[in-house]
């Protein structure tokens, strides 16, 4: 049973930094391809950024530039470097793993941790 929890969230103010980091067990985590997910108010979650077990990073249109995406195989450790923060930034972040990169980018998983809160506010 995957086991994850993520933590690092807090209040920024615009334009500021953040760094999310994410612990994942029981899963084959170095075959795994990891993800970084959120939900804002009233929205669905979707994937923010991703890395494949190749270590090829992929970042969405909305954070690219912005924030990265890094995976440690040998802590089984996920992190999120925020920069440049933005209120619309503002949302529930989480992580996630799976063996195929697309069920990954589907969000259709069947574990989800706790979630960490970022929010961006003067």
């Known amino acids: 049973q995957v086991q994850i929890v993520e933590s690092g969230g807090g209040l920024v103010q615009p334009g500021g930094s953040l760094n999310l980091s994410c612990a994942i067990s029981g899963i084959n985590f170095e075959a795994s391809a990891v993800g970084w997910f959120r939900q804002g108010p009233g929205e669905q979650r979707t994937l923010v950024a991703a890395?494949?077990?190749?270590?090829?990073?992929r970042h969405g249109d909305a954070v690219k530039g912005r924030f990265i995406i890094s995976r440690d195989n040998a802590v089984k450790m996920v992190y999120l470097q925020m920069t440049k923060l933005r209120p619309e930034d503002t949302a529930f972040y989480y992580c996630?793993?799976?063996?195929?990169?697309?069920?990954?980018?589907?969000?259709?998983?069947?574990?989800w941790g706790p979630g960490t809160q970022v929010t961006v506010s003067s």
């Open positions: 890395i494949a077990r190749d270590e090829f990073p």
């Open positions: 996630n793993a799976d063996l195929s990169y697309f069920t990954l980018h589907s969000g259709a998983l069947p574990s």
